[in-house]
């Protein structure tokens, strides 16, 4: 999306005009990504933001992070509401899976960490 429709949107989104700051509506004008985490992309092809989020998703392999992208087709925006679509179903199983592939392994660890600490009395 263009920059100026980008200023349109924002005024929607915020009580702020700040333009300084849009990293904060789009990651995609942030001036580093160095340091996210893992991240799942998922684009629509008739959707407005169809661009932006090709090029977050392109933005963060370039500086090292981990992107699984998701680009549907004949598709536009808000389409994940058909929540009885087969296509919406096995996104949802693929959203599911990738939070279970970052999230689940640090909370495997830290509830081991914590379970030891509390049998060595250290809780």
Known sequence: MECGSMKKFTVLYSSTKDYEHMEY????????????????VETAEFDCLLDSG????????????????????????????????????????????????VLFPQIILNTIKQSRQGESGLA
């Open 25 to 40: 509506f789009s990651p995609v004008g942030a001036l580093s990504l160095a340091g996210l985490s893992s991240a799942y």
């Open 54 to 101: 090709l090029l977050y998703a392109q933005l963060l392999k370039e500086s090292g992070i981990e992107v699984e992208l998701h680009e549907t087709i004949a598709t536009m925006h808000g389409y994940d509401i058909a929540v009885n679509s087969n296509l919406v179903k096995n996104l949802m199983d693929k959203r599911v899976a990738f939070l279970k592939k």
